[in-house]
């Protein structure tokens, strides 16, 4: 187990009527709100009108930036930063999922600092502070209202970089899952796959002496295989809202993160080919993460059959490791495809015309990969195999 330092500041509030508490959090965070949100769902579903009313009772102005991408686009965080300066923002608010968060980080970075946003993300630049921001969370998936990441599009360049800083961390998260509970079919189970990706992305590494932490991962994705085909039977059914909810800030808020350290090699290739194509992550990621696992299967083998067995539950007696780690791959497709997620790049019309353009933006920061190393063949084949 290697060392480690765990900071996180966010004050997670969690469970039914949790919109109440943002009053307290609020108060004392100034007087103008820019408030991020993205096509409008929040105005279907109710959230719209409890943030609001929140608002107005501490008498805030309030600020609107609506419109945020599925794949958050710079241009729109440059017209955020843009809002922010011109009307003295005290406050960021981001109501939504992934995308509306990381897009309001990025706004509260960028509007404190002197030069362009687009210079500090991708050259992974630092900052001293940025404008607070506030969470709360329409979708379970990403975590991104628990950690201090982002990812962000340039559409012009049609690069997909994420960034980190300290400073970007939300002040508060309210997490009601009874806001989920209309999140449609599609999104439900792509928070399934990106949930257990960021579980798998730090599960899947060479650190040992981490029993307790692997537990912990295996808890986790064994519920969510349990509980996914419940919720899409039930897709109003709190309870099973409220886990899945759990299950996708805990997967990236730190709590996994003690005493190892992840690989994130689907992750780079999927940013480098939606930056591209444009298509979802968690669908993206659902395509490439098997054929990763494949191709890592030969090097680790006693990781891949703890995997399958502790998992997925599947039968050791007169089985190899290799055939043991390829079943609990096998089930982690099937189990993917029965929920409705895509397994081939042609499900969304791509074919290998632009792989190399791929590989190239998945290599930018050189190779990668601290459970299978990766370089630009590897990426390709993957890619390839994919098709």
């Not at 999140?183 to 796959?193: H, I, K, L, N």
């Not at 891949?304 to 780690?325: H, N, Y």
Request: net charge negative; with cysteine; aromatic share 8%.
């Amino acid at each position: 187990m290697h060392r480690f330092i765990r900071y996180n500041p966010v004050k997670w509030i969690f469970g039914e009527g949790s919109i109440k508490r943002m009053e307290a959090e609020a108060a004392s965070l100034g007087k103008n709100v820019l408030l991020v949100y993205g096509g409008g769902s929040i105005k279907n579903n109710g959230v719209y009108n409890d943030v609001i009313e929140v608002l107005q009772r501490l008498e805030k102005k309030v600020t609107e930036l609506p419109g945020v991408e599925p794949n958050p686009r710079l241009l729109t965080v440059r017209k955020g930063i843009e809002l922010c300066r011109r009307e003295k923002i005290d406050l960021i608010l981001a109501a939504g999922g992934g995308s509306v968060i990381d897009t309001a980080k990025a706004i509260a970075a960028g509007a404190l600092y002197e030069g362009d946003v687009w210079e500090l993300i991708a050259q992974a630049g630092k900052v001293k502070e940025a404008l607070p921001i506030g969470v709360v969370l329409t979708l379970a998936a990403t975590g991104s209202e628990m950690n201090n990441g982002l990812v962000i599009n340039n559409e012009e360049t049609k690069e997909k970089i994420d960034w980190h800083s300290p400073h970007i961390f939300p002040k508060f998260a309210i997490c009601d899952p009874a806001y989920t509970v209309s999140v449609p079919r599609e999104q439900t189970v792509f928070g399934v796959v990106d949930t257990m990706c960021h579980i798998m992305e730090k599960y899947f590494r060479t650190s040992e002496n981490t029993e307790l932490q692997d537990g912990f991962s295996e808890v986790l994705l064994r519920e969510l295989i349990q509980i996914a085909p419940l919720l899409l039977r039930e897709p109003e059914n709190y309870n099973y809202r409220a886990k899945l909810m759990y299950a996708s800030t805990s997967a990236l808020n730190g709590t996994l993160d003690l005493g190892y350290r992840g690989d994130w090699t689907s992750h780079v290739i999927e940013h480098a080919l939606s930056g591209i194509y444009d298509i979802p992550h968690a669908g993206g990621l659902s395509i490439l993460f098997p054929h990763w696992m494949e191709r890592a299967l030969a090097s680790h083998p006693d990781r891949f059959k703890r995997f399958a067995v502790e998992v997925f539950k599947v039968e050791e007696s007169g089985k190899s490791d290799l055939q043991i780690g390829q079943e609990g791959i096998d089930r982690l497709k099937e189990f993917w495809s029965e929920l409705g997620a895509p397994s081939r790049l042609a499900d969304y019309g791509i074919d290998n015309s632009c792989f190399e353009e791929v590989a190239d933006q998945a290599m930018r920061r050189g190779e990668f990969g601290r459970f299978y190393p990766m370089n630009r063949d590897r990426v390709l084949s993957i890619l390839q195999a994919a098709l």
